[in-house]
């Protein structure tokens, strides 16, 4: 069975500086893709950035890019130049290959500091 | 676009009563599915339904069921609401294809008393 791991329960920032989240994952598939979802206060999920597992280049999404490392089953969330709408709950979640149950972790609650 | 509609937003009920919660796509997705959000535990999957004419349970299916009413629409039924029901959820789709992310709807918060 695939699990997602968010071990931070809360983060903070300082606006414009650069915050890290992590997420580790377990999975015995070969195939699989991971993304991380942002729910701002209005309760919206929006997709942030998704990786392919076959991939090696780490995806990247403008101010927000990962870490991807395959060996270590670690997913981590990087944002650049920290904005007060960055403020939110983000969420890892993955997907094995040939299914259709993305599997989500607990969430990270990030706080930005004016 | 209007993505993903679901309704309603919020809801009260009280223990045994039942309600429906509706959900339509018009993005022409193929899979459909409804996750609950309770705090600290992330978003956990109730039903889902990989293609019109077809639903499979999730993780936690026990006191609800689904009708795929068509491509576009995905209802979850609570037949006797019970207080542990009480939790956002969510309506979901995606193109089924394997690294098609989730589009949301915006949640209904239900209240059971």
């Known amino acids: 069975a695939q699990t997602v791991t968010q071990s931070q329960p809360e983060m903070s920032v300082q606006e414009a500086e650069t915050v890290t989240l992590s997420c580790t994952y377990d999975?015995?598939?070969?195939?699989?893709?991971l993304f991380w979802y942002k729910q701002p206060p209005s309760r919206q999920m929006i997709l942030v950035i998704r990786?392919?597992?076959?991939?090696?280049q780490n995806a990247t999404e403008n101010r927000f890019s990962v870490n991807f490392q395959k060996a270590a089953k670690s997913f981590s969330l990087k944002i650049s130049d920290s904005q007060l709408g960055d403020a939110a709950m983000y969420f890892c979640?993955?997907?094995?290959?040939?299914?259709?149950?993305?599997?989500f972790g607990t969430g990270t609650r990030l706080k930005v500091l004016a | 676009n209007a993505g993903v509609t679901q309704t309603p937003k919020f809801q009260v009920l009280k223990t045994g009563q039942s309600m429906t919660l509706q959900c339509a796509q018009d993005?022409?997705?193929?899979?459909m599915y409804w996750y609950r959000q309770d705090p600290g535990m992330g978003l956990r999957l109730i039903y889902y339904?990989?293609?019109?004419?077809?639903?499979d349970k999730g993780e936690v299916p026990n006191g609800y069921n689904v009708s795929r009413l068509n491509k576009r629409e995905f209802s979850l039924r609570l037949e006797s609401a019970a207080p542990s029901q009480t939790s956002v959820y969510f309506c979901a789709s995606s193109q089924g294809q394997n690294n098609s992310p989730l589009h949301f709807g915006n949640g209904t918060r239900l209240t059971v008393t």
């Open positions: 999975t015995s598939e070969s195939d699989y893709y």
């Open positions: 339904s990989a293609s019109e004419g077809t639903t």
């Open positions: 990786q392919e597992a076959y991939k090696q």
């Open positions: 993005m022409n997705h193929n899979s």
């Open positions: 979640a993955s997907l094995a290959s040939g299914t259709y149950k993305y599997i």
